[in-house]
């Protein structure tokens, strides 16, 4: 049967103006392309699928999936929306609403091509008037986005009128139209014009209404964003390193103790990263670490890829033709920090962001990052201990700044240090100065301290013994003391390969703070490591032929989803067949996985053999079709010899009582009818195999 093309643009004509609305509120382009692209493909395809079980999964997956990697290529931006958005999850639910009032249009769905366009037009307008933030500039449709900034009430409006105007039309004049009496036709008339007339009372009522609580219902939604937010945050568990201070007067957070083993990072290279610089605090005050901020960011100079999405490229110094060294990096969903982690000698940076910003502390701060992108880091050296280079002149004072009630208690300790007095040069008092930690003093997570001394005071003059924050911050301040400028930067080792020595792994419990100082006759920075050897790489992950395996596809994973973040579409493909096949290879290699693919393999050869039995018990799917042909075109000759609409869902037996009812069949023909459907069902619902001689007496009835 071929599709009624009217439908299709009544479907059309509905949900175009709900797209177009939603398209410009969400800055989501790419959903009216789609729109277009689905309704012009239904057009050009006259024949309906047909409505079974394999082309409606294969409609839901084909939807899922465009849905999703759309969005992963276009992120949507949830800062125009409110607390109504946070729920529904417009950029999944509204868009696959779209495209299945869409795919409807290609099955034989009757009324429903009209009602689910309906449905899904004003399920849009749910998403498309939950706007929150009408100063927001859109990236993708700026001219679009001023327009709604300026007038969004007013084109809200407007575009539900137009809507619910189109929708009342098109359940009038969009199916064919049975024989009614006088007396329904003037009532359904007189129905169509009082909702004509009452729609824009409603929605003039409803915005005015709105207008006048919008204060109160603004505060509430402010409210119900706060605890949602933060509940969100919490369900999450996210774990948060790297905060806007270090307080050395806590102990191990516990979270931190218990996930020890976590593995946050991931990084591709054919050399171990090494020290990955996070946060960079310049002063110190009563136990904190923070960043006096009188050093603003630099923007750092930014280069933007012609075919690529969103995808960016940020240098430190010039731009070079050729980097030497490359080094993948993808953080993990629960790891959160406010900075990113790189080496110290990076020199570009390629990253899915709007901006990105450095200190003068040589921390990389980014603006709308997209974690699941990951971001590559470029060096020219392989140097895993290397030191942010800048700055080399008129250093800040903030890197020499120190509580004055130290010094005395410094003093004395320097002067302790053996050989440290006659030192000739910045170098030499580096090495004594580790020398001294490593003769003196032993590494312990379980600090305690001394609330009425300051931590870095009581671990040089009692203690001894403590962990690597307190190591560098001592550290820190006696080289302070001696009026060379230091920093406090903390991060992560990344050291640890995978067993397939493909890439490398940074665990939670391999956090770590170190000091870099400035050397003053040789004018550049250098990294200083005051911990022990012993104890700086941490924890290592006992691997396993599972745990193996699934690392190797988590990483593929993030592997794939960044690329296609990126818009690198030939490595996406290839990242998804390496899923693949790790998954396998992880199947085959582990025991458990071989006891499920042996019994996998049993019930596959049970059900052949089983099927092989019973081959004859059901008609086969060509017999069926045979069938469905001819019972269709005797079904057709009949509709128009009663002058019936055509039905899609309308059964033989509906037909027969139909044909009952009628006046225009004479009884011999009724008979007729009543012997061919009979035997019709007969055979379409028998529980053997269907002769080529039934369906050739059933074609001669």
Known sequence: MNKSISQVLWSAAILMPAVLLFTAIADLPHVVLMTVGGYILSLSRRKLLVVNDRTIIYSIVVIVVTV????????????????????????????????????????????MVIGGAAAAAVYSLIASADVFNLNLVSTRLPAIGD?????????????????????????????????????????????????????PFLIYGGFKLYQHYESEVRRWENILIRMTSRQHLFQRGRLVVFGRETNLHRTMSPEVLANQDQIIMRVIASDAP????????????????????????????EKAHEGMLTFKSFFIGEEQAEYRHAYQVYLDDKFNSEVLLLPGNMRRLDVIAAYAGISVGGAVRTEDFQKDGGYTVFTNTVDEAASYPAPQTDLPDIFVQMPQRLGPHLDTILASVPGLKDAKNDRERFNLLL?????????????????????????????????CELYAASLAMLLRQLNIPSRYVTGF?????????????????????????????????????????????????????????????????????????????????????????????MLIANPVGVTIIVGLLAWYIYRRRHARKNRFRYASSREIIRLGKIYQAQATKWEKQLQLPPEPGRTPSELLQLMRQSPKLKPEDLERACNFIENYQ????????????????????
Not at 167 to 186: P, W
Not at 682 to 701: A, N, P, W
Request: with cysteine.
């Open 68 to 111: 999703v990697l759309m969005d992963m290529m276009f992120p949507f931006n949830r800062e125009r929306f409110g607390y109504i958005t946070m729920i529904m999850q417009p950029q999944y639910y509204t868009v696959g609403a779209f495209y299945a009032a869409i795919a409807l249009t290609f099955f034989a769905a009757g009324k």
């Open 147 to 199: 327009l709604i900034n300026k007038h969004f009430y007013v084109i809200y409006v407007w575009g539900m009128g137009l809507i619910l105007f189109i929708i009342v039309i098109a359940f009038r004049f969009g199916f064919k139209s049975r024989t009614v009496s006088h007396r329904s036709l003037i009532l359904k008339q007189i129905v169509l014009g009082a909702l004509l007339i009452i729609i």
């Open 274 to 301: 090494g020290y990955m610089r996070g946060k960079v605090y310049d002063e110190y005050i009563n136990g904190l670490w923070k960043n006096n901020n009188t050093v603003p960011d630099t923007a750092m100079t």
């Open 435 to 467: 020398a001294y930690f490593a003769a003196d003093f032993t590494y312990s997570l379980s600090w305690q301290g001394d609330p009425g001394t300051d931590p870095v005071v009581y671990f040089l003059e009692t203690a001894k013994n403590g962990h």
């Open 493 to 585: 080792i990344c050291a640890e390969a995978h067993p397939s020595n493909k890439y490398f792994v940074a665990r939670l419990g391999n956090a770590h703070a170190w000091v870099e100082a400035y050397d003053r006759d040789r004018k550049e920075w250098v990294m200083l490591e005051p911990t022990p050897p012993s104890n700086l790489i941490g924890p290592r992950g006992e691997w396993d032929t599972f745990s193996n395996w699934r690392d190797q596809v988590s990483k593929g994973w993030q592997q794939l989803i960044a690329n296609l973040r990126r818009g690198h579409f030939a490595n996406v493909i290839v990242d998804f067949f390496g899923v693949i096949f790790a998954v396998i290879w």
């Open 682 to 701: 007969r055979l379409r619902f028998s529980c053997r195999q269907v002769t080529f001689d039934e369906i050739r007496k059933l074609k001669q009835i």
